[in-house]
Antibody
Framework: EVQLLESGGGLVQPGGSLRLSCAAS????????MSWVRQAPGKGLEWVST????????YYADSVKGRSTISRDNSKNTLYLQMNSLRAEDTAVYYC??????????????WGQGTLVTVSS | EIVLTQSPATLSLSPGERATLSCRAS??????LAWYQQKPGQAPRLLIY???NRATGIPARFSGSGSGTDFTLTISSLEPEDFAVYYC?????????FGQGTRLQIK
């Protein structure tokens, strides 16, 4: 059974930092580019960042570029998102997912259940 | 950035009726468009990829069509479990973008 289990969310003050993790199991993690997608409360989906299967290529939305770093450890089957200089508008549920990409087909479709990040003083 | 505009924002229908949801792209995405379903408290689920291909395990009542800038998701006969929010997503160009969603609610 495929599982993506996010952790690391929580309440953080504006300007603070968080590191999200996503532990993957049930599939060959290193074979796929993985992404973070977020959803602000009551809002739609927003792509945040993607990393290639090898970790050699990374991509960021303008909204987080320069403040966030995506990485992965294929030996631990784990995806990370380091977020710095957090703002109120970063408040969202963050999903770890394998989503359709420019260079990667849509199937299989994998999503975690999400971890909530709340940025507030 | 490719902007995806979904319409209508909200669609109110009854079980058994046909639902037609639209997604329009600000520039051509060829056929690289996917549709997702999201229910409250759940992660999105892929329904349709590359405009017209049903994802694994998706019932035949879901179908997709279109290419270039205009796309449609059709649910031929609504089941109670189909009432949810639907998003389109393009993978033609970076950044990956999603539409703002269509809420399909029970009339």
């Amino acid at each position: 059974e495929v599982q993506l289990l996010e952790s690391g969310g929580g309440l953080v003050q504006p300007g603070g930092s968080l590191r999200l993790s996503c532990a993957a199991s049930g599939f060959t993690f290193s074979s796929y580019a993985m992404s973070w997608v977020r959803q602000a409360p009551g809002k739609g989906l927003e792509w945040v960042s993607t990393i290639s299967g090898s970790g050699g290529s990374t991509y960021y939305a303008d909204s987080v570029k320069g403040r966030s770093t995506i990485s992965r450890d294929n030996s631990k089957n784990t995806l990370y998102l380091q977020m710095n200089s957090l703002r109120a508008e970063d408040t969202a549920v963050y999903y770890c997912a394998k989503v359709p990409l420019v260079f990667q087909g849509p199937e299989p479709d994998y999503w975690g259940q999400g971890t909530l990040v709340t940025v507030s003083s | 950035e490719i902007v995806l505009t979904q319409s209508p924002a909200t669609l109110s229908l009854s079980p058994g009726e046909r639902a037609t949801l639209s997604c329009r792209a600000s520039q051509s995405v060829s056929s690289y468009l996917a549709w997702y379903q999201q229910k409250p408290g759940q992660a999105p689920r892929l329904l349709i990829y590359d405009a017209s291909n049903r994802a694994t395990g998706i019932p035949a009542r879901f179908s997709g069509s279109g290419s270039g800038t205009d796309f449609t998701l059709t649910i031929s006969s609504l089941e109670p479990e189909d009432f949810a929010v639907y998003y389109c997503q393009q993978r033609s160009n970076w950044p990956i973008t999603f539409g703002q969603g269509t809420r399909l609610q029970i009339k």
